[in-house]
């Protein structure tokens, strides 16, 4: 079948987001919005905390999206306005629909508060179609303990969402979703089928390797971001001889549906936008 053919790439802008935490963003930006179904991809971190002074995201809303929280270092805590508390440790998982709406906060856990450390991780906002923007919020929480992993050839590779070499996931999507973090050893090579109609993106984010088009190769930096449109063909992937290579993969089924977005609100259209902020104002979201 050979391998997709590059739509593009993108390095990822630096910025500042929640409470002040450093975050690496290939989109949205000024020059790119989305990349259909995902509205949003920050790397947070890494950073390294003094005891007493980790930050995060104080209480904020949502409305008609999922957030997904991929935890690669550190220890956070969530609470929302309808009750949920859970405890974010390395490695796991939260994939949080907002659906109808509910206010959020996401903080350094206690423990993690009083001695610091290293934080690192991931947030990816998934649009929600039109017809499921409004329904009731739902949370799927996983350690690290329990996300399948598959390995071939010198690949290990967490399954998240979706299939990978035999290996399904226990994450359940609303549309049609793959979510794969791989770890290439020196020298080692990844063939990663998708199917023929996602959008995917694979970002690198520790250390520097290669792709492969159906015409050539193409190094990456860390943080450069390629994409890939529907089409026939898998994800090449290639690390260099002498060191490791993590590269996260996304893919989904385009939407092709308007996308009217404000903030913390992704909805379908304008008025749908202004209708979520009267909402949130009237405390119809709730409070924690």
Known sequence: MGFRRITGTR???????????????PFPVPQFSYWDPFLLLDEMGPVVYEPGKAIGAPDHPHRGFETVTYLLSGEMEHKDSWGHAGKLKEGGIQWMTAGAGLVHSELPSADFQSRGGRMHGFQIWVNLPRDKKLISPNYQEMDSSELPVAEKDGVWAKVIAGELWGTNAIIQTQTPIVFFHLKLSPGSYAEVPVPKDYNILAYPFVGEGTVIDTDAEHDLVEGETVFYQGGEGSIGLRA?????????????????????RYGPFVMSTPQEIQQAFEDYSAGKMGTI
Do not use: D, S, Y
């Open 11 to 25: 390095i990822a802008e630096k910025t500042i987001e929640g409470g002040g935490f450093p975050v690496r963003r």
């Open 240 to 260: 260099p001889e002498n060191f490791a290579w993590e590269v996260l993969i996304l893919g989904g089924q385009p939407l092709n549906e308007p996308v009217a």
